[in-house]
C-alpha cells in the first residue's frame, strides 16, 4: 500500500485548504484512514481518522469544527479539509492507513504511512 499526500501550501490566518491522500497498491477502501501531523520540535499528533465506510469520523479536539474527514472509496482518496486555519495548525501533515476498520488517534496503530505535506499558517 503507497499513501500519497498533497494540497499543502502556504496559507493566512482564517483561509481554507483541503489536503488529499491518494491509496494506490491494495484496494483503498478497506482501510480506516488518519491524518496527523507534526509541528516543528514536537511529536506528531492525532488530527482526524475515518472509518473504512466512511460512515463515522473522529477528530482532536484542537480542530473539531474546523477541519473535516472525508474519503471517496470509488477513487481510493481521503481528504482533510480545513477551514479557519491559525498559525498553530502550521506543521507537516501525514496520512496512514491501517488494516483494520476502526479508525483510532494511536500512530502506533496505523501499518502505512505517506510522505507529508506542508501546511504553513501565516499571521
Known amino acids: 500500500v503507497q499513501l500519497q499526500a498533497s494540497g499543502g501550501g502556504l496559507v493566512q490566518t482564517g483561509e481554507s485548504l483541503t489536503l488529499s491522500c491518494a491509496v494506490s497498491?491494495?484496494?483503498?477502501?478497506?482501510?480506516?484512514m488518519g491524518w496527523f501531523r507534526q509541528a516543528p520540535g514536537k511529536e506528531r499528533e492525532f488530527v482526524a481518522a475515518?472509518?473504512?465506510?466512511?460512515?463515522?469520523?473522529t477528530y482532536a479536539d484542537s480542530v473539531k469544527g474546523r477541519f473535516t474527514i472525508s474519503r471517496d472509496n470509488a477513487k481510493n482518496t481521503v481528504y482533510l479539509q480545513m477551514n479557519s486555519l491559525k498559525p498553530e495548525d502550521t506543521a507537516v501533515y501525514y496520512c496512514a492507513a491501517r488494516t483494520g476498520l476502526v479508525p483510532t488517534d494511536r500512530a502506533p496503530a496505523y501499518d502505512y504511512w505517506g510522505p507529508g505535506t506542508l501546511v504553513t499558517v501565516s499571521s
Open positions: 497498491g491494495r484496494t483503498g477502501s478497506i482501510y480506516a
Open positions: 475515518i472509518t473504512s465506510s466512511g460512515r463515522s469520523t
